[in-house]
């Protein structure tokens, strides 16, 4: 499995549009990666984001699930 098969292109969105979108999801139902260094995170992150710096990431596409959605920040 290749990294197109967790992201499709989708346009930008703003943050209010993020949070009003991830109030109508159940948490259960997508995955939430924040790519951003462990700095970056733990001074403030999205409630159940999941820390994979971008560097990281192919690396770690099997921590997600590829049958949900992926929203990435």
């Keep these: 499995m290749g990294i197109g098969d967790y992201f499709k292109?989708?346009?930008s969105?703003?943050?209010e549009k993020v949070r009003d979108s991830?109030?109508?999801l159940n948490p259960e139902?997508?995955?939430?990666?924040?790519v951003r260094q462990p700095q970056e995170y733990e001074q403030g992150h999205l409630p159940g984001a999941k820390l994979?710096?971008?560097?990281?990431l192919h690396d770690r596409l099997k921590?997600?699930?590829p049958g949900k959605p992926t929203i990435v920040y």
Excluded at 52 to 56: A, L, M, R, W
Aim: charged share 30%; net charge negative; hydrophobic share 40%.
């Design 9 to 11: 292109p989708v346009s």
């Design 13 to 15: 969105w703003s943050v």
């Design 22 to 24: 991830l109030k109508k």
């Design 29 to 34: 139902d997508y995955n939430l990666v924040d």
């Design 52 to 56: 994979i710096p971008v560097g990281e």
């Design 63 to 65: 921590e997600l699930d």
